[in-house]
């Protein structure tokens, strides 16, 4: 048995469909995951999206130490990181908003440490929040 083109198996004879990631995750990015484990026997798609899942409470920890010390380079970094990761695991609207934090920085030229601009600020309340929506479907999906 395979997968829909609308699915990804997790666990054998179990796939997630497009419902069940809703927006937070696009089944044709995790569908490349998928193929390394088509039959869900080895549990490879859930142990990546759990490492995704381990990785947030500590990034958002870092953001806000960045924001709070005045660090734009560590703002960047951190944008960065999820920027690639969220992309690579098909959290697209995390990854967008994440990206922004980048293009910001490449339009501002250089940066200096110091206050947070309200640009900034609001670019990274968005990552904020698109972090926790995906924090939410992955505690739905993997269980606490």
Same mark, same amino acid.
């Given at each position: *048995?395979?997968?829909?083109? #609308?699915?990804?198996? &997790?666990?054998?004879?179990?796939?997630?469909?497009?419902?069940?990631?809703?927006?937070?995750?696009?089944?044709?990015? $995790?569908?490349? %995951? +998928?193929?390394?484990?088509?039959?869900?026997?080895?549990?490879?798609? /859930?142990?990546?999206?759990?490492?995704?899942?381990?990785? $947030? #409470?500590?990034? $958002?920890?870092?953001?806000? =130490?960045? =924001?709070?010390? +005045?660090? @734009? !380079?560590?703002? /960047?970094?951190?944008? &960065? /990181?999820? &920027?690639? !990761?969220? !992309?690579?695991?098909?959290? *697209? =609207?995390?990854?967008?908003?994440? /990206? !922004?934090?980048?293009?910001?920085?490449?339009?501002?030229?250089?940066?200096? @440490?110091?206050? %947070?601009?309200?640009?900034?600020?609001?670019? %990274?309340?968005?990552?904020?929040?698109?972090?926790?929506?995906?924090?939410?479907? $992955?505690?739905?999906?993997?269980?606490?």
């Amino acid at each position: *048995m395979s997968p829909g083109p #609308d699915s990804v198996f &997790h666990s054998p004879g179990s796939a997630w469909s497009q419902d069940d990631l809703g927006e937070e995750f696009d089944v044709a990015r $995790l569908s490349v %995951i +998928g193929e390394l484990d088509p039959t869900g026997r080895q549990g490879v798609l /859930k142990e990546v999206l759990d490492l995704l899942k381990s990785s $947030l #409470d500590p990034l $958002l920890t870092n953001l806000e =130490r960045h =924001r709070d010390a +005045g660090n @734009p !380079a560590g703002i /960047k970094f951190e944008a &960065h /990181k999820l &920027h690639s !990761a969220a !992309a690579q695991l098909g959290a *697209m =609207r995390l990854s967008r908003s994440a /990206k !922004a934090i980048s293009t910001y920085f490449e339009s501002a030229g250089p940066t200096r @440490p110091g206050p %947070i601009d309200a640009q900034l600020g609001v670019l %990274i309340d968005a990552v904020t929040v698109e972090t926790v929506r995906v924090q939410r479907r $992955l505690t739905r999906l993997l269980g606490a």
